[in-house]
Structure formats: C-alpha cells, structure tokens
C-alpha cells in the first residue's frame, strides 16, 4: 500500500503540491514512483521558468518507462532539487520527502481544484 | 559456445607496435602531410587499438559466438519479422560489378544498378496494389517519415495549409507518433475497441479539415485485421485526409490483400521483414515508399525513371518534398529484396503470407491453454498472449521470456503492444517447419509447468546463456558508453 | 505449397489447420472482407533458380562501367580489408535483429560498444551513438537536436561550404520539422567569418553547422567559433569526413557540441550510395539531448561485465512522439565494418591511409595546373586529399571521356569547376594517366603528329 499525507494536494496525473506559504513543493506521489520503478532520470526545468496547471514542466524516467511531469499549479520555479541529478533514485526512497521543483505560486486557488488525501486515496483504489 | 573469449574489449587485445593492416609504398612521397599548418591537425593519433589481424580475426569471431541470429535458431520476435535470409541474396548483394560504384559516376556507367532500382521498386507497386515506389528511405521509421512528409507535400501543394494533425491509434508502435513529430505534425489518438480493431464511433468526431491523414497498420499490433478498413478509408477521404499505410505488417498480406486496393494511399514496406534482407544486428534496413496515382509527384528526389526506349535516368521533380538520403537509399539491401523476389517468383510469393498465418494460428491454438489470450478468434502472422494463464505464481512474461533463452529460442517480443500488462507478441514466420513450432510449443508448455512448480528457477533465468540477466538500472543511472570512461571508472 | 523457402508438406498443412479448427487456409483469412482479397496473380516473373539469378545480375552487371575512382563527395573508394567483410558476413551477427535480448547479444552489444569508443577517439567527443542511417540523416538529426535543446529558437546556421549533398538533406528536414535554416556565405572555398559573426549576433540561433574538410577538400580554420557561439547559446556542429578526422584537428579541439558525418570512409564499400553508416557524437552533457540507440556498460548477475542498450527512455518506442527522434534501429551492421576496419588500421594505419592520399592528391594537383590547363580553384588553401580545380574545358566531355577510357574522372560541381579525390587506392600510374587523359583528352592529333614525326 502506498504512503500518502494527510494536508497535500493531489492531481490526477500523480503529482503533489506541498504548499508553504506562497510557494508549493512539487513532486510525484508515492504511488507513482511505485509504478514507475527505479528512477533513472528526472529531466527538470531551470530556475525562473514558468509553470502552467495542467502542463508539462520535465519528465521522470525509469529504465523501460518515462512518464510527464503535470504541474498541478501555475507560477515560477523558484528551486530545482539538485540532489535528484546525482541521485534520481532519492525519489524511490522518499518521494514525499524528495520534492522536484519548488514554485512561487501565482494563483493560490487553483488548488482548490486539487484532490485532498482522501480523494487522491480513493482515487488510486487504496 | 567458446567463452575463452568472452569479456575482452579489443583495445584490451592491443600492444604497443602491433598492426594489422598493410598499405602499398607511397610513390609520392615528395608530397608530405607534415606541410599542412600544425593548427589544423589533431595534437595526438587516437587512441585506437593496435592489434595483429588474427587477434582481430577471434576476437570478432568469438564475439560473434555470444550472438543468436535467425540461422542460429527460431526467433519469434513479433512485429520484426525475422523470416530467413537466403544466402543468394548475400552472394547477389556482393557481386563486384555493383559494390564498385560511386553514387555520383556518369548517367550511362550505371545502367544495370538504374534497371535493379527500377525493377524492385515496380515490382513492389505490384505486390502492394501502387503506382510508384522511392527506395531512397533507410529504414521503416525513415520510410514512415518520408510518407508523412509526402502527405504534407500534398495538402501544402494544394494549399490547405490547416491540415497538421494525423490521427494514430492508441495500438501503434511508438515510431508512427514519433515520425509524426519529427514531421511537424500534431499526433490525435484514435482508441481501440475489445476486439483489438479501430473504434469507428470514436474516429468520426475527430475527422475535420485540420487531419492530415490517418496512420494505420494492417493486421495491426495485435496481429488482427482491421475489418472496417474500407468504412475507415472512406470517412477519413471524405474528411479531406489520406490514408498511410505502416508495412510493418505486410508479411502476412502477401497473396492476398494489398494495401493500395483497400484504400490507402501511401505506404512503406520493410525489405528487412517482408523481404527477406538481414536485420544486422539492427540495421541496414531499408524503407521504401509507395503512392498511389497522383501522388507519384511528391516523392522524394532522386527518382529512378524509364523512358520510352526502356533507357533508365536519374530525374528531379520540383514538386517533390525534397531529399531525405544522400543517394539512391541503401542500394545493396535493394540488391538482396530483388533476388528475394526473382527467387520466389509471383507463383510462391503468393504462398507467404497465408504460410505465415498458418503457422500464428498453429501456435496461438496450440497454447492458449497455458498462456491468456486476450482476443480470440483467427490472427494474422503474430498474435499477443497476455502473459500465463496462472497468474498466481508471480513469474512474469520477462521470466518468460529468459527462461526461453535457456532452451536455445530467442524470446517473443514483450511488453508491447502496450494495450495489455503483460503482452508476450509471437510471430514465427511462413519458413518455420512444423517440427521448429513444435518444439517451441512444448518448450512454452514446459516453462508454464516450472513457472507453477519452480518459479524462483524461472524467474532467475536464463541459467545456460553467456551472460546472466543484466543490471539495466545501473547502466541507465550512471551510463558508461566509451572505453574510456570504464578505463576511468576502473 | 512447399518450396525451398517454405517446409510445409501437404500432411502438415491438414495436421496444423486440424489443431486450429480450420479446412482450408482461406478459413484463417475469414475475417477478411472478400471485396478486399486480391484474387489475380501477380504480374512478376516466375520464380527463378540460383543458376538463373546469377546469369541475371551477370547480365546487368555488364550494364555498369567499373571505373577507377578520383571522385569524392562524400563517398570515398578506400581499401577495406579483406577481414571486413569476411567477419560482417558471419551470420550471428548478420542476421540477428536489435539486442533486445542482451543474454544472447552480447556481441552485437560489445561490438557496438567498441564502435562508440572509437568514434569517441575519432572525433575527440565524450560520448558516441550506436550509429545512424547516413552522414546526411546524421546532419539532420543534430540540426532538430539543437533546437530540441535551446528550446525557444528555431533557426540553424549552415555554412555554404558543407556538402550541397548534406545540406539539401537538413533543408528537408528543416522545412517539415519547422526550422529556418539559413546559409553562411562561403568566400574563397571557406565560410566567411564576417557572416558568421553578424548573424550568430542575432542571438535566435540554436545551432551552426559547418564542416571539416569542407566541400572542397578544405581544411578551414574554426579557432573562435565554438566560443562565439557558446557566447549566443548556440551549439556548433561539425560535420565530418570519417577517414580524415585520424589526421586534421577533432570537432573536439576545435570545441564543438556535435560531431556528425558519414563513417562510409572507414572501411565500407562505394554500393552506389549505401547502405552507410552516419556518426553522431556529443559531449556527456549533451547525452539525453543524443538521437539514436547507446550501449552502456554494466554487470551482470554473476557480476560478469556486460554491455546493454541503455538510456532508452529518451526513445521511440517509450516516448512516442516526445522521443528525441523517430530512428528506431542504427546502421549496425555498418557500424560493425567501421569497427573492425578502424581495429586493424589501428593508431598509425589511418594516419597512413591519410598521408598516401595526401600525397597522390599533391602531385596529381601540380601535375594538373603545371599543365596550364587547370588551376586551383582556391589556391593557398590548405586540402588533404581532394581539391577543386577550374579549367576552360567541357567538364562534360571530360567526364565522358573519361569513362570511356576507363576512368571516374572527378565530380562536376560547377561549370569550370571540377572536385577531385585520390585515395590510397590509387596508385602513381594510374594517377599520371588521368592526368594524361584531363590535360589532353583528344589524343588523336598527338598521335598524328608521332605518325608524321616517323614520316619525316
């Protein structure tokens, strides 16, 4: 069973939002590391690029599969998680804790359109 | 297999002073290299190896030991093709009178390699119901590319500048939508129904003026003929669009459909599958393109043409999309598919595709039993099992798929197509006798049995091959690709 | 239904359509619709014996002219060993298909292996592919590469001094995939610097392509390229002459992104046009940005070094058309000639290959202009082994004449101007009877004036 906290906001397409006052920690859950298997890869955006709801800002990949990354939210990169280049594996061990992008909101309700635990919970049948 | 071998990298072979080559004396010698301004020359040689020629020759030799080809055993790789490749070819593909030419020589030094060009390519226009073939793509994806690009020629020379999307079913092999894009088009996913085929209903409400056309392959992944293909031919033309044809899956249409009389209207052929010429480890391939009547324009420079007193030219057209090779194509595997098809002749190459299917269906009947068929009724030339029946023991179609490595087959294609979790894709081809098919039958039946009763043994297979199975993860996360870098890792 | 091809007996027919609960083959077609069947024969020869078929490329094989070779423009008459083509006929690796199956392909798989390390060594890059379709799709490939990587432009730079061949094949490309390409002008048979200059200062530019030797056999000076165009954010890509790069200055000394070209000169035969082999190499940086299969080293479960295709996320058949490109397989088998060939060359053979061809070229070139019929088309510029000369005769004629005699005189590239290539392979006779054959092509009053001379 895969883990999943309580006070995040989900996407459809398996993406987190930990939000920090005006910024968001944007990552994948733990479900879908689970179904991606080993990460080889996390293609990021830079530092200053801006993000759209709904689109695509990199892509994860594991040896036989790549999946999209979705921002579920809008606004500018703020951070990239360095760690990840060396080791793409850190999010297998701990995608809640091993974020990818951190962004500085530009729209705070969107993530109303967002799930909460439960939703996301009932949503991957768990 | 010898192993002695195995392992060493030729620049692991190499000593200081050796050599393997031997040139003729420089009779010019009063010309030296050393005049060329130092700052336009590479500061040091490369490093390449230095070896004596029979240390290359065992070196390559027992690397070639740790291979499985078609002529070492039967290989069921579905939606490749791997049908045998006559040594005649391999002969004709040699012959001295053509290996010599340069691809730039003067029109009338080359008539005979002009009248094989032409001779294949009108000969392909008769087995797939065209009007005209280029030879000039290098490979099926090259192929499928110069066909998109042939239907943007189209509408552009029209001036219907809005078409940019092609519609793909979600069942395509991942090249048709990545030609689409390398081409400058937008991909619109067409669904599947049960059955495997295209979903007319959701079809319709995607055709407008901005489709360009239509991707399709026919028998498709799944090895099932797309039964609606005169309704879909005819909906996607009424909406402006034209049909592609991905010959991926020609093989088994041979004698019996062809694609330019069920309403497609450009299309490429593998040689490399259809027509017999070796994969070589992954290429050369060859991908030739056909059109029907009133597309002939379209096609990619140079173009081979007769002219009234059977005399062969180079011509280019103005109309045409351009130029996607250098030269005419890759001219020797053309060589190897024409005597491909003088060898057959049209009395037994009528015979190839329904052998083909004969021998899918022979398996697919045989072992539906112990593997899940997702679709039943008849298949084309390959089928798709859905993994083993016994779902309970864990053994996957990887497991599978080693574990058959071990009884000397090489593995079926898996985990394509991605319609289903654990797709394990067969196709033997019209040259397997029923003896080969027999005993992989009984070899599958055989890993279903372990599968129940060692599953830890099958799914730590292969146990008998060169290597053991390997760690991908590694080599993806911190990828070592020169010798240099293992040297440097060491 | 049996043939030589096809093992079926008529009893394995009946037995194998019993196991299938069909009567007839006709029955496994049933889903068919019979409007689409095809019902006539096809209008082809009938089948042909060995014998037959020999006779037959016999025949059109008389149809060629077997010339001997000073043409270039990129496909080069080099020897290639007699061990090359003995070993890429061995039919473990002639006919087994991409190493998907690493367990049993792992020669395939070293080989290729072997192939990225030389080509490293080659062009001086950090990394190679598994190998492409041709130097032109090569080209290409790095063009649609540099955009993918700048992102938001989508112009490229060509130099008009890289093969019109290769150009005319990015132009394609280019027009369907939506990049501008836009020429640098060539003065003097190289590309003009002030050009360069002023339109890499546009910053809109996400990759130059240029080319060593160029077009016409000429070595160019590239010193502040790279820098330029790292300065814009533009990548320089270089497209190369395979054979040359054992000798003249690497793309990786003079600082370029990409190393492209066709790998043809290293040990693959002329076969009017291909199959060939085209190189792409890039900096480890680059790496994920790269078209086209990788081998990569790593263990086994027995912790035995091995080798797989890796990284292959980036490709077709998982990214679908977000792949870095639609090329499915390499020119593998190619890549293999190009392997063993640069192993028994070794370090010192290409520079060997390199300094006959030198060599020939120098004299066949002073020969040529000592003549007073032919002069350097851009004298003072530094070439390896081809060069472009001018002349006041009928190009045409020459070539024509020339084949009559035996001869593949050179290429046509304007109408006073000719591309001549000397290999290796060409020995001083041969060499000094070309040279016969361009300064005097009509023969006939020399020999009338020796007939006169013995009259008198």
Same mark, same amino acid.
């Given at each position: 069973?895969?883990?999943?906290?309580?006070?995040?906001?989900?996407?459809?397409?398996?993406?987190?939002?930990?939000?920090?006052?005006?910024?968001?920690?944007?990552?994948?859950? *733990?479900?879908?590391?689970?179904?991606?298997?080993?990460?080889?890869?996390?293609?990021?955006?830079?530092?200053?690029?801006?993000?759209?709801?709904?689109?695509?800002?990199?892509?994860?990949?594991?040896?036989?599969?790549?999946?999209?990354?979705?921002?579920?939210?809008?606004?500018?990169?703020?951070?990239?998680?360095?760690?990840?280049?060396?080791?793409?594996?850190?999010?297998?061990?701990?995608?809640?804790?091993?974020?990818?992008?951190?962004?500085?909101?530009?729209?705070?309700?969107?993530?109303?359109?967002?799930?909460?635990?439960?939703?996301?919970?009932?949503?991957?049948?768990? | 297999?010898n192993n002695v071998y195995y392992g060493k990298l030729i620049f692991e072979l190499s000593k200081e002073g050796r050599c393997g080559y031997s040139l003729p004396e420089n009779e010019c010698a009063d010309y030296k290299m050393a005049d060329l301004p130092a700052n336009l020359m590479r500061a040091e040689a490369p490093a390449l190896p230095e070896v004596d020629e029979l240390t290359v020759v065992r070196h390559y030799t027992n690397m070639s030991n740790n291979n499985f080809g078609v002529d070492t055993g039967f290989y069921p790789l579905g939606s490749c093709t791997m049908k045998y490749n006559p040594k005649i070819n391999e002969d004709m593909a040699a012959h001295p009178a053509f290996t010599g030419l340069h691809p730039l020589q003067p029109a009338g030094t080359v008539d005979g390699a002009l009248e094989v060009y032409y001779n294949l390519q009108m000969s392909l226009a008769e087995l797939a119901g065209m009007s005209e073939?280029?030879?000039?793509?290098?490979?099926?994806?090259?192929?499928?590319?110069?066909?998109?690009?042939?239907?943007?020629?189209?509408?552009?020379?029209?001036? /219907?500048?809005?078409?940019?999307?092609?519609?793909?079913?979600?069942?395509? +092999?991942?090249?048709?939508?990545?030609?689409?894009?390398?081409?400058?088009?937008?991909?619109?996913?067409?669904?599947?129904?049960?059955?495997?085929?295209?979903?007319?209903?959701?079809?319709?409400?995607?055709?407008?003026?901005?489709?360009?056309?239509?991707?399709?392959?026919?028998?498709?992944?799944?090895?099932?003929?797309?039964?609606?293909?005169?309704?879909?031919?005819?909906?996607?033309?009424?909406?402006?669009?034209?049909?592609?044809?991905?010959?991926?899956?020609?093989?088994?249409?041979?004698?019996?459909?062809?694609?330019? *009389?069920?309403?497609?209207?450009?299309?490429?052929? #593998?040689?490399?599958?259809?027509?017999?010429?070796?994969?070589?480890?992954?290429?050369?391939?060859?991908?030739?393109?056909?059109?029907?009547?009133?597309?002939?324009?379209?096609?990619?420079?140079?173009?081979?043409?007769?002219? /009234?007193?059977?005399?062969?030219?180079?011509?280019?057209?103005?109309?045409?999309?351009?130029?996607?090779?250098?030269?005419?194509?890759?001219?020797?595997?053309?060589?190897?598919?024409?005597?491909?098809?003088?060898?057959?002749?049209?009395?037994?190459?009528?015979?190839?595709?329904?052998?083909?299917?004969? #021998?899918?269906?022979?398996?697919?009947?045989?072992?539906?039993?112990?593997?899940?068929?997702?679709?039943?009724?008849?298949?084309?030339?390959?089928?798709?099992?859905?993994?083993? !029946?016994?779902?309970?023991?864990?053994?996957?179609?990887?497991?599978?798929?080693?574990?058959?490595?071990?009884?000397?087959?090489?593995?079926?294609?898996?985990?394509?197509?991605?319609?289903?979790?654990?797709?394990?894709?067969?196709?033997?081809?019209? #040259?397997?006798?029923?003896?080969?098919?027999?005993?992989?039958?009984?070899?599958?039946?055989?890993?279903?049995?372990?599968?129940?009763?060692?599953?830890?043994?099958?799914?730590?297979?292969?146990?008998?091959?060169?290597?053991?199975?390997?760690?991908?993860?590694?080599?993806?996360?911190?990828?070592?690709?020169?010798?240099?870098?293992?040297?440097?890792?060491? | 239904?049996?043939?030589?091809?096809?093992?079926?007996?008529?009893?394995?027919?009946?037995?194998?359509?019993?196991?299938?609960?069909?009567?007839?083959?006709?029955?496994?077609?049933?889903?068919?619709?019979?409007?689409?069947?095809?019902?006539? /024969?096809? *209008?082809?020869?009938?089948?042909?014996?060995?014998?037959?078929?020999?006779?037959?490329?016999?025949?059109?094989?008389?149809?060629?002219?077997?010339?001997?070779?000073?043409?270039?423009?990129?496909?080069?008459? +080099?020897?290639?060993?007699?061990?090359?083509?003995?070993?890429?006929?061995?039919?473990?690796?002639?006919?087994?298909?991409?190493?998907?199956?690493?367990?049993i392909s792992q020669g395939t798989l070293q080989y290729i292996f072997e192939y990225q390390s030389m080509m490293a060594e080659l062009t001086g890059m950090e990394v190679s592919n598994a190998s492409m379709y041709d130097g032109c799709t090569a080209t290409a490939e790095a063009m649609m590469m540099a955009v993918a990587n700048a992102k938001k432009r989508n112009k490229v730079l060509i130099s008009e001094t890289v093969n019109p061949i290769v150009i005319r094949v990015v132009e394609t490309y280019a027009k369907f995939h939506g990049v501008v390409v836009e020429k640098i002008a060539a003065e003097g048979g190289v590309t003009s610097r002030a050009d360069f200059e002023a339109k890499i200062a546009k910053d809109d530019v996400a990759g130059v392509i240029v080319a060593t030797p160029n077009f016409y056999g000429i070595l160019e000076d590239y010193t502040g390229w790279a820098d330029l165009c790292h300065e814009h954010k533009a990548?320089?890509?270089?497209?190369?002459?395979?054979?040359?790069?054992?000798?003249?200055?690497?793309?990786?000394?003079?600082?370029?992104?990409?190393?492209?070209?066709?790998?043809?000169?290293?040990?693959?035969?002329?076969?009017?046009?291909?199959?060939?082999?085209?190189?792409?190499?890039?900096?480890?940086?680059?790496?994920?940005?790269?078209?086209?299969?990788?081998?990569?080293?790593?263990?086994?479960?027995?912790?035995?070094?091995?080798?797989?295709?890796?990284?292959?996320?980036?490709?077709?058949?998982?990214?679908?058309?977000?792949?870095?490109?639609?090329?499915?397989?390499?020119?593998?088998?190619?890549?293999?000639?190009?392997?063993?060939?640069?192993?028994?060359?070794? !370090?010192?053979?290409?520079?060997?290959?390199?300094?006959?061809?030198?060599?020939?070229?120098?004299?066949?070139?002073?020969?040529?202009?000592?003549?007073?019929?032919?002069?350097?088309?851009?004298?003072?510029?530094?070439?390896? #082994?081809?060069?472009?000369?001018?002349?006041?005769?009928?190009?045409?004629?020459?070539?024509?004449?020339?084949?009559?005699?035996?001869?593949?005189?050179?290429?046509?590239?304007?109408?006073?101007?000719?591309?001549?290539?000397?290999?290796?392979?060409?020995?001083? *006779?041969?060499?000094?009877?070309?040279?016969?054959?361009?300064?005097?092509?009509?023969?006939?009053?020399?020999?009338?004036?020796?007939?006169?001379?013995?009259?008198?």
């Open positions: 069973m895969s883990k999943i906290i309580d006070g995040l906001y989900y996407s459809e397409s398996h993406e987190y939002v930990k939000v920090d006052g005006e910024f968001g920690y944007i990552g994948i859950t *733990d479900y879908a590391q689970h179904e991606l298997g080993n990460v080889v890869y996390v293609d990021m955006p830079e530092v200053d690029d801006e993000v759209a709801a709904g689109e695509e800002f990199g892509a994860v990949e594991s040896v036989k599969a790549a999946s999209d990354l979705l921002s579920p939210v809008s606004g500018t990169v703020v951070e990239v998680n360095e760690a990840l280049e060396d080791e793409p594996g850190l999010i297998n061990k701990d995608a809640f804790e091993n974020w990818i992008i951190k962004v500085e909101l530009s729209d705070k309700s969107e993530l109303d359109g967002l799930m909460d635990a439960a939703a996301y919970k009932a949503m991957i049948g768990e | 297999m073939f280029t030879l000039n793509p290098f490979a099926g994806a090259h192929g499928e590319l110069t066909g998109l690009m042939i239907i943007r020629s189209y509408h552009m020379d029209r001036g /219907d500048v809005k078409r940019t999307k092609i519609i793909v079913p979600d069942s395509a +092999h991942g090249t048709n939508p990545a030609s689409a894009a390398v081409c400058g088009l937008d991909v619109v996913v067409v669904k599947s129904r049960p059955d495997g085929t295209v979903d007319v209903e959701d079809l319709k409400p995607l055709l407008d003026d901005t489709i360009a056309g239509m991707m399709m392959t026919n028998p498709n992944t799944l090895g099932i003929f797309e039964h609606n293909i005169a309704e879909i031919a005819k909906l996607v033309h009424e909406a402006g669009g034209l049909m592609y044809y991905d010959g991926a899956n020609l093989n088994p249409m041979l004698g019996k459909v062809r694609p330019g *009389d069920i309403g497609f209207d450009v299309m490429h052929i #593998n040689l490399h599958k259809t027509f017999s010429t070796p994969h070589g480890g992954g290429g050369p391939g060859s991908g030739p393109v056909g059109v029907r009547k009133g597309l002939e324009q379209f096609l990619p420079n140079p173009r081979v043409m007769k002219d /009234d007193v059977d005399h062969f030219y180079v011509e280019n057209n103005d109309k045409s999309l351009g130029f996607i090779s250098g030269f005419l194509g890759n001219f020797a595997v053309i060589m190897r598919a024409y005597t491909y098809i003088l060898t057959l002749g049209y009395n037994n190459i009528k015979n190839v595709g329904p052998l083909a299917t004969l #021998n899918a269906n022979y398996i697919k009947e045989s072992l539906k039993d112990c593997y899940e068929l997702p679709i039943g009724g008849v298949c084309k030339h390959e089928f798709v099992f859905d993994g083993l !029946k016994d779902k309970s023991t864990g053994v996957t179609t990887l497991d599978v798929a080693k574990r058959l490595l071990d009884y000397g087959f090489h593995s079926p294609t898996i985990y394509f197509p991605l319609l289903f979790h654990e797709a394990l894709m067969i196709e033997p081809t019209e #040259n397997e006798s029923k003896e080969t098919l027999d005993g992989f039958i009984e070899v599958m039946k055989t890993i279903a049995r372990e599968a129940k009763e060692d599953p830890e043994m099958v799914k730590s297979a292969p146990h008998n091959t060169p290597v053991r199975r390997l760690d991908d993860t590694q080599a993806a996360l911190h990828p070592i690709v020169t010798y240099r870098e293992l040297q440097a890792e060491a | 239904m049996a043939y030589k091809f096809f093992p079926h007996t008529d009893d394995d027919i009946r037995s194998m359509l019993n196991t299938c609960g069909a009567k007839s083959i006709d029955d496994l077609y049933s889903d068919v619709p019979d409007e689409l069947v095809f019902k006539e /024969d096809y *209008d082809l020869p009938e089948a042909m014996s060995e014998i037959e078929i020999r006779q037959y490329f016999d025949y059109l094989g008389a149809q060629n002219s077997k010339l001997t070779c000073f043409m270039g423009a990129g496909c080069y008459d +080099h020897y290639s060993p007699s061990v090359v083509n003995d070993i890429v006929r061995r039919s473990e690796f002639l006919t087994s298909y991409t190493p998907y199956q690493a367990e990548l320089l890509i270089m497209n190369c002459v395979a054979s040359a790069l054992g000798v003249i200055k690497t793309p990786a000394e003079w600082g370029a992104d990409v190393a492209v070209g066709d790998g043809q000169s290293l040990g693959v035969p002329m076969n009017f046009g291909g199959p060939y082999v085209g190189f792409l190499c890039t900096s480890k940086k680059l790496i994920r940005k790269m078209p086209g299969r990788i081998v990569g080293a790593t263990k086994d479960a027995d912790g035995k070094r091995t080798f797989v295709l890796t990284l292959q996320a980036r490709e077709q058949h998982i990214r679908r058309e977000k792949a870095t490109s639609n090329i499915c397989s390499n020119e593998s088998l190619m890549a293999l000639y190009v392997t063993i060939y640069m192993s028994l060359m070794g !370090k010192k053979g290409l520079r060997e290959v390199n300094e006959l061809g030198y060599s020939g070229a120098h004299y066949l070139a002073e020969k040529l202009v000592k003549s007073g019929k032919f002069e350097l088309a851009f004298p003072d510029k530094p070439f390896l #082994n081809e060069f472009a000369v001018k002349t006041t005769q009928d190009i045409d004629m020459l070539q024509t004449i020339g084949a009559l005699e035996g001869f593949n005189v050179g290429l046509k590239i304007a109408d006073d101007t000719m591309l001549i290539c000397v290999t290796e392979q060409r020995t001083k *006779d041969e060499i000094d009877d070309l040279a016969d054959l361009l300064i005097d092509p009509l023969p006939e009053e020399a020999e009338n004036e020796e007939n006169n001379n013995e009259t008198v």
